[in-house]
């Protein structure tokens, strides 16, 4: 609303010293600028709304794995079973608090470090309890998931952490607010404020970027993942 003020009080000084070369000229510079925002809006929302699909089917990827791994250990000797299948229990406990913890980055990188200990340690107990069953099949299926499991602890880690560079968001915010300025320069030439056309522009640009920050930055926007972290409690849920 400021820029679209500044530019209409700009634009208003423009038509009072010389009416007709107040808009000469303007309709390429309008259209390039305009175009540009557009391209730039749709790029950001697109690449936000990507990511935001990626971080919530891993959180599913993550829950089948551990499912299925948490299975294959009724393979293993039965005296192995029980500290293997605690491990696990505790393990979700730790990564569903990961997430809980968000967006407090401190704790939740001291919630990593403990689920971190507690994959080393189901794979020691994991990898002695195949070799004490000593069978090459059982070893693949148990093992080989386990490490699935703990191999997707960095995808999702990183798919966190992924967004573009910070210059990209203050070009994007920079270009709406250098757009709302030209708008506010073309509506001047009323003496009168459009306020319908204003607070429309305004809010909808306001609204586009709300959108695409609260998509890439899923865990503490209105718009978030948290829904799909309930498959990995009903997980948990069944490791009785």
């Keep these: 609303m400021v820029a679209l003020e500044a530019g209409w009080r700009i634009g208003r000084v423009r038509h009072e010293r010389d009416p007709s070369a107040a808009t000469a000229g303007t309709g390429a510079v309008d259209g390039a600028i305009f175009g540009l925002m557009g391209l730039l809006l749709a790029f950001t929302f697109s690449g936000a709304a990507s990511r935001f699909e990626t971080r919530r089917s891993l959180i599913v990827e993550e829950s089948n794995t551990i499912g299925t791994a948490y299975l294959r250990l009724d393979l293993l000797p039965a005296e192995r079973q029980s500290k293997l299948k605690e491990d696990f229990r505790q393990y979700v406990d730790a990564r569903l608090a990961i997430y809980r913890a968000l967006p407090n980055i401190e704790l939740a990188k001291e919630k990593l470090r403990q689920s971190a200990e507690i994959q080393s340690r189901i794979w020691s107990r994991a990898v002695a309890a195949t070799k004490e069953l000593n069978n090459p099949a059982v070893t693949s299926l148990v093992l080989s998931n386990i490490n699935d499991m703990i191999d997707i602890t960095l ?50 640009m306001a609204l586009a970027l709300f959108l695409i920050f609260d998509l890439e930055f899923s865990r503490i926007g209105l718009i978030r993942v948290d829904s799909f972290d309930q498959t990995l409690v009903d997980v948990r849920n069944t490791m009785k």
């Design 155 to 204: 995808t999702r880690t990183m798919a966190i952490q992924t967004h573009p560079p910070a210059v990209i968001f203050v070009f994007l915010v920079v270009m709406v607010l250098a757009s709302a300025l030209l708008a506010g320069y073309n509506m001047s030439a009323t003496k009168v404020r459009n306020w319908t056309y204003r607070i429309t522009f305004a809010a909808l």
